[in-house]
Every structure is written in structure tokens, then in C-alpha cells.
């Protein structure tokens, strides 16, 4: 899921031809090898999310790798004015199977009532397709809501941009330094691009002490009155611009440490 109207240029119709070329997918690295000159990778992820914008391009699990399949072009991407049609309404609730998918409580058991909403509010730049659209009770869904208001929606909408899920998480606590960052958040933005994210694990490698941000898990006390997960960011350094790098070095040094039967050290 992108979350702004992108413009295309000559290397995103390179991508789209080929992975029209090849519909049972291909991987980020297989693009690169079809397209000649194209630099470093990541501006490359950066095109297929911008190509997503418009097409239907889901990343789909293939082994231990992910490949980009071309479904065609996404029906909605002309005008998202934000109405859920009767037909995706029915798909998210049927998802949901009678249940809130913040709190956990359930129409059956509960007697709750489900509404359907944006997970990524449309001004932050959310579209309205199925991945982000989930079923909530009132008293979930209106705490959401409040919660929210009280973000800069143009602050949300620079972060849900940036390219790098390190970045989005590490902004979004800077918003919230000292005190708790509810963990559905922290869900949401890391997932700006794709709902496979593991965002967890974000969270502990941003924690190495190469990246030095001193993270607290907590629990908070939401506005429909029920205890969530949260995180309380205590201290922190500007994420270098090799963030990647570093993480990766850092479980390489790990990695041979443990080969070598030393201690591993502060990697929590
Ligand atoms: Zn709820």
C-alpha cells in the first residue's frame, strides 16, 4: 500500500513490462537483473510501491523468498473518496469472524456492534482497500478515532512516507518520547507498505547498540478504558543514515561471537 499519488517515469513502466512479462512473479532481485542501470535497490522497492499506487501488486511468500506478482490494475486507485463499498464492507467483516479486531471482544459473546474502518486513517494517506480496512467495536473504534485527532496529520503523513519501516517506527516514539506509544500503532506504521512486516522485531533491532534507542515495553490504558500493549521510547540518538548496515553488521557480529562461544552482548 502506497500512501501518496505517485508519479511514474520511464524504470516504473521497465518494472510494470516485466512483471507482466513474468506472471508467476518475480523477486526484488530478479527486477533488478531485467532492468539495465538501476542503481541501488532500495529506489527500486521505492518504485514497486509507487507502482502499487495503481496496480495490484501483492508480494507473495514463495519458499524462503517473496516475489511480485502483477494482478492488474487496481480498480479504486482512479478515486479513493473513501466510501467502502456494501461488497468489501461484507469481505472485512467476514474476516474479522464476529470479532474486534483491537480489543478481541466478540457480537456473539459481547454483544458488541463492528464497524468497519480505515486502519491508516485516509488523511495520513490510508487507501481504502481491503488490507487496510478492519472491523471494530464502537468503543474501540472511537477511541481510535480520538486518539488520532491528536496527531498532526501532515507529520503522520511525512512519516507514513519515509522509506524505511526503521524510520517510520523511530519517528512515530520520537512523537511520543516518555510516554507510551500504544503497540497497534507501532503495527500500523510499520506496515505502511505491505502487512507482512514484522515490526517486533524492528523494534529490538532498533534497540542495538549501534542504534542506541532505549525502548521500554509497558501497558497503557486505551480510551475505550481496556489495557494494551505499549512502548515508552527513553532515549534515543538520530538513526544514521546506514541504519541497514549497521543492524545487519551488528547480527553478523552475533552471529561470529557465538561461533566463537563469546557472551552475546546487549542485544536486548
Ligand atoms: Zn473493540
Redesign the pocket.
Known amino acids: 500500500m502506497s500512501v501518496r499519488k505517485p508519479n511514474l517515469g520511464t524504470i516504473h513502466h521497465q518494472i510494470l513490462d516485466l512483471l507482466k512479462a513474468n506472471p508467476d512473479g518475480l523477486t526484488i532481485y530478479e527486477i533488478r537483473d531485467g532492468i539495465p542501470d538501476i542503481g541501488v535497490q532500495q529506489h527500486l522497492d521505492k518504485r514497486v510501491r509507487d507502482l502499487r499506487y495503481y496496480h495490484d501488486i501483492p508480494l507473495i511468500k514463495r519458499g524462503k523468498t517473496s516475489v511480485y506478482i502483477y494482478k492488474g490494475e487496481r480498480s479504486d486507485a482512479a478515486a479513493d473518496s473513501g466510501a467502502i463499498s456494501a461488497k468489501v464492507r461484507a469481505v472485512v467483516l467476514h474476516k474479522a469472524h464476529g470479532r474486534?479486531?483491537?480489543?478481541?471482544?466478540t457480537v456473539a459473546e459481547d454483544g458488541?456492534k463492528l464497524q468497519v474502518d480505515h486502519k491508516i486513517p485516509r488523511n495520513w494517506g490510508g487507501t481504502t482497500t481491503i488490507d487496510n480496512l478492519w472491523a471494530?467495536?464502537?468503543?474501540?473504534?472511537g477511541g481510535k478515532r480520538d486518539f488520532f485527532a491528536s496527531f498532526n496529520d501532515e507529520q503522520m503523513k511525512v512519516i507514513m512516507a519515509k522509506e524505511s519501516v526503521y524510520e517510520r517506527i523511530a519517528e512515530t516514539l520520537k512523537l511520543h518520547a516518555g510516554t507510551p506509544t500504544p503497540a497497534w500503532l507501532l503495527e500500523f506504521v510499520a506496515n505502511a507498505d505491505d502487512w507482512q512486516e514484522d515490526w517486533q522485531k524492528r523494534l529490538r533491532e532498533l534497540r542495538y547498540p549501534a542504534i542506541g534507542m532505549k525502548i521500554r515495553a509497558t501497558r497503557k490504558k486505551n480510551e475505550?478504558g481496556?489495557w494494551e500493549a505499549a512502548y515508552i521510547l527513553d532515549e534515543w540518538k538520530d538513526l544514521p543514515s546506514n541504519h541497514k548496515f549497521l543492524i545487519k553488521e551488528h547480527e553478523r557480529l552475533i552471529r561470529e561471537g557465538k561461533r566463537k562461544g563469546v557472551d552475546e552482548n546487549g542485544d536486548d
Open positions: 474486534c479486531q483491537m480489543c478481541g471482544r458488541i471494530l467495536c464502537q468503543p474501540c473504534n475505550a481496556r
